[in-house]
Each structure stands twice: as structure tokens, then as C-alpha cells.
């Protein structure tokens, strides 16, 4: 029986254009990848839209319903039929996500990206021309294998390649990817270009090393981080220093990295917890019962994604400045004072008439969504996709941060499950069940997050109290790349030099020779994956 291990690349040959190395590379390589949040994001909003559609729920429902029906929750649908229209995504996706972790470590980060954007492609297909709920929910089942395994792989991804000093600018573009999608419609043309960025992505430095392609790790790093020059000081450092935590011993996951996975765990939880997708999931009809005509709903719900993707953006160049923890805490606040008063002003709306009498409370609920959502895009959105990507050692980071994913899947499905039923039964008393878990994660994040931020992705074993080896230890030593003073006459690597530095003299440049290469311990074979 085939089996996944056997699947694993034997060797690796770089396929970007060589005129992006450096900073291009690297820019490149982040937003492109984020393309898989942007069309979950989009999935979002679709289902959110869809749900105050009347020929959406005569379709995939069977009921005739008219604009005031909608608006006033009397369409007659089953709260918990779409419940599990919602939630059949996350569901897949838990699992997904899972798995994703082997797949993540075998056969590497870019090829994970590659099978999440074909399996992505054919889910669009699917709810594009569902012709029934059943159709329906086999395509959002279909997606969430694919967002299940994007979710997972791009925050690893984005934290390998990202300097140590920009790891949450670099998350922070992913999560405002995933923010835009909501905002805008372009989901199969989006999955197209993810498959295609997937050829020419590079894999991430700290797989090809800890896989046995040192020489091709350290050529990588040096193309992301510098100008390809392999030579360069701090190119061979951070090299030395991704060797030696490669090399460390690792105990079971939990014995181990018990602060790590509790902090991987909660984080995602209270992200969810914290009310997100009980708004977003719901925003267009959430709207229409605070009291907007439904057309206006849907507009309002456009201008809401719009403040949900301006909130990321002080994110992305704060975030590395001022720490992970300051975000999370400030977030935590924000967030329980809106949710209190959009729960306090749809109480209010729920004693008035529908009609103009209802305007101005709901103005203020839209005004306090408005808030909400820019304080979380800011906040409890963004930093914990890094905290669960970055917090865990390169051995254990696919599984660790897989194992943050399932958390966030499993949260985000409970909630997407029960909100329909209780925003039926208790009305704007959900709001203050929400608020509740938002105190509760300020209150956790105090006591138990370390910062995180200011060291490298190798440094933060030191934060979280995990004995390393020194980088210049001797353990490191077999996996230190081939240099061109040791290749030998016979070697099969061929070290070839071009490209001038900005003084003219040639600059070093290690170009693998497909075919010709002889490196410890990655082994020659007849094919690359």
C-alpha cells in the first residue's frame, strides 16, 4: 500500500524567476500564499449574503418568502437546518486540518498550498451550480478539506519565511487577504491563481533543512533574506541557528510543550468565542433584525468588510513594535464594550415596531458592528493565526499548529452551529453570553501569554523556558551545507558564480546543477516533486 511518507520529494529544484530574489521573493511569496485566506474569507461572506436572498432559500430551502419576512426572522426555515448548511465547513475542516499536519511535514508547505488550491477549485465548481441543499453542503464539506489545509499551512508558511522581526507584518498581510476576500467576489479565479503562484513558490528554508536539503535551504534562505549571496554573514547564521533547533530532542507534545500547546489551544478558542463568526457568519440578517430593510442590510454588511479589512492594517506595522500580548488585551476590552452595547441596543430594538421607529437603534447597532469588527480585525483576529504558527520549534511546529487549527475548527463550528438556534430563543441575550468570554480571555492572555515578539522563530525556546543547543555546538554540524572551499574535484555540485554587487566586484552565488547534486544527507534521485 502506497503510503504518504513514500510521496516525500527526494530532491528540491527552485523554479522562481532569479530576478526576484530578495525582497520581491519574499513580498511575493507572502501575499500570493494569502490567496487561500481570501477565499474563505469570500466564503463568508457568500453564505452570509445568501441567507437574506429570497430565491437563495426558495432554492436550497423550498419556502416562498418575501423581504419582510426575511427582515423579521419569519422565513419559516429551520434555525438548525441552517445551522448545518453553516457549519458543515468547519466540521470538514477540523479534520482537514489534522491531517494537513503530515501532509505539511512529508511533502512540504508548498505542496500542501498546491492540493488545498485544487481541492478548492473543485468545491467552487460545485456550489456555483448547486442545484439543492444536499449539493450544497457536499460543496462547503468539500471546501473545508481545502480550507482546513490552508488554514493550517500558509500561517506556517508565512512565520518560516517571515524575518524575525516582521513575523506578525507578514501574518497580518494573510489575515487581511482573509479579510478582503469577505469583501470582495472573485473565489474561482482566486483559486486559479493560487495553483498557479504554487509552481513557482519556494519551499520554506526550515523544511528543506530539517528534510535533508541543507545546501538548498541555505541557498532559499539566502534568496528570501538577502541577495543571494550564501556567503553573507547573517545568511550563515540564521542557517546555524535553524540547524541547531532542528537538531534539539523533542518529548511528547504535550510533556514537552505544555505552554505551547495550552497557548496554541485558547487562543483560537477565544478568537471564536469571542463572537466573530457569530457576526460575520450572520451580519446581512443580524442587520435586518435590528431593524434595516434588507437591502440596506446587505449594503451596511459591505461597508462593515470594509472597516474589517481597514482594521488590520495598523496591525501590520504596530504588531512587531509592540508585542503580541498588548494587541490581545486592548482586543479583549474592545471587544466585550461593543458586544455590550450592540446586545443592550437590540434588546431596545426588540421592544419597538419594525419600521422607522427602529432607525435610529439600529444606527447604533451598525455604528457599534462597525467597531467590533475593526477592534477584532486589529486584534484577536490576526495574532493568533501567528502565536499558533510561530510559538511552536520547527520538529513540532506543523503538528503544534495543527493542533491550534483544530481548535479554531472546532470552536468555529460550535459557534456557527448554536447561533442560529440561540439568537431565535434569547435574541440580543446572545450578545452578553459572548461578552462574557471575551473578559475571560483578557483575564487568561494576562496571566498566561508570555510576549512573543522581538526574537526569532529559533529564540523562542528560550521564552517558553526550552533548553536548546548553542547554535555553534558541534550538534549542528551534519547538517551544515557543503561549502565551495570543501567540493572537491570530483564532486557532483557544481558552484556556479554570476551576478556583480553594487561595487562591482562578483558576488558569490550557489546555483544547484539539477542532476549534479551531492550533498549530505539529501540523496540524488531521477525526478523532483
Request: net charge neutral; charged share 15%; proline share 5%.
Amino acid at each position: 500500500m502506497l503510503s504518504l511518507s513514500s510521496l516525500k520529494p527526494k530532491t528540491y529544484v527552485p523554479r522562481y524567476p532569479r530576478w526576484m530574489i530578495g525582497r520581491p521573493l519574499l513580498i511575493a511569496t507572502s501575499a500570493l500564499a494569502s490567496l487561500g485566506d481570501a477565499m474563505f474569507g469570500y466564503s463568508q461572506g457568500i453564505i452570509a449574503a445568501n441567507q437574506v436572498q429570497p430565491s437563495f432559500i426558495k432554492r436550497m430551502f423550498g419556502k416562498d418568502v418575501t423581504m419582510e419576512q426575511i427582515q423579521t426572522s419569519d422565513t419559516g426555515v429551520n434555525p438548525f437546518i441552517i445551522a448545518i448548511t453553516v457549519a458543515c465547513l468547519n466540521i470538514t475542516a477540523l479534520f482537514s486540518s489534522i491531517g494537513s499536519a503530515y501532509v505539511c511535514d512529508i511533502l512540504g508547505r508548498r505542496m500542501a498550498v498546491r492540493i488545498g488550491a485544487v481541492i478548492y477549485f473543485i468545491s467552487a465548481f460545485i456550489q456555483i451550480f448547486a442545484p439543492n441543499l444536499t449539493t450544497l453542503i457536499v460543496g462547503r464539506s468539500i471546501q473545508g478539506l481545502a480550507v482546513g489545509m490552508l488554514s493550517m499551512t500558509v500561517p506556517i508558511l508565512q512565520c518560516e519565511i517571515a524575518p524575525g522581526h516582521a513575523r506578525g507584518l507578514f501574518v497580518s498581510i494573510e489575515y487581511l487577504c482573509l479579510n478582503a476576500g469577505y469583501a470582495v467576489s472573485a473565489w474561482v479565479v482566486l483559486a486559479s491563481m493560487l495553483f498557479s503562484w504554487t509552481i513557482f513558490l519556494p519551499e520554506t528554508p526550515r523544511w528543506l533543512i530539517k528534510n535533508g536539503f541543507p545546501m538548498e535551504g541555505l541557498v532559499t534562505l539566502a534568496d528570501l533574506h538577502g541577495t543571494g549571496d550564501i556567503s553573507d554573514p547573517a545568511i550563515q547564521a540564521s542557517y546555524a541557528e535553524i540547524a541547531a533547533t532542528i537538531e534539539s530532542a523533542m518529548g511528547p507534545m504535550f510533556k514537552q510543550y505544555t505552554r505551547q500547546s495550552i497557548m496554541g489551544i485558547t487562543c483560537q478558542l477565544f478568537a471564536q468565542f469571542n463572537g466573530i463568526n457569530a457576526i460575520l457568519y450572520f451580519l446581512p440578517e443580524n442587520l435586518g433584525r435590528a431593524g434595516f430593510t434588507i437591502p440596506r442590510a446587505l449594503l451596511y454588511s459591505g461597508a462593515c468588510a470594509l472597516i474589517y479589512c481597514a482594521g488590520t492594517i495598523p496591525t501590520m506595522f504596530l504588531i512587531d513594535k509592540w508585542g503580541r500580548k498588548i494587541f490581545l488585551l486592548v482586543g479583549s476590552c474592545a471587544l466585550a464594550i461593543a458586544l455590550a452595547i450592540i446586545g443592550g441596543l437590540q434588546f431596545h430594538a426588540d421592544a419597538l415596531p419594525f419600521g422607522d421607529a427602529r432607525i435610529p437603534t439600529a444606527d447604533g447597532i451598525f455604528a457599534a458592528v462597525c467597531v467590533y469588527l475593526f477592534f477584532f480585525g486589529a486584534t484577536w483576529g490576526p495574532v493568533p493565526w501567528l502565536l499558533g504558527a510561530e510559538i511552536f520549534p520547527l520538529r513540532a511546529r506543523a503538528k503544534g499548529a495543527a493542533l491550534s487549527i483544530v481548535s479554531n475548527w472546532m470552536s468555529n463550528f460550535i459557534i456557527a452551529f448554536i447561533t442560529p438556534p440561540l439568537f431565535n430563543a434569547i435574541s440580543g441575550g446572545y450578545y452578553f453570553v459572548l461578552v462574557g468570554f471575551c473578559i475571560i480571555s483578557g483575564v487568561f492572555v494576562y496571566f498566561v501569554y508570555p510576549e512573543t515578539a522581538h526574537v526569532t522563530l529559533e529564540q523562542l525556546s528560550q521564552v517558553f523556558s526550552v533548553i536548546v543547543p548553542d547554535p555553534e555546538n558541534r550538534a549542528s554540524e551534519k547538517m551544515r551545507p557543503t561549502t565551495s572551499s570543501e567540493v572537491s574535484d570530483d564532486s557532483r555540485l557544481q558552484l556556479v558564480h554570476k551576478g556583480k554587487s553594487d561595487d562591482g566586484s562578483r558576488a558569490s552565488r550557489s546555483t544547484l546543477i539539477e542532476d549534479n547534486i551531492s550533498l549530505e544527507p539529501s540523496q540524488h534521485v531521477e525526478h523532483a516533486i
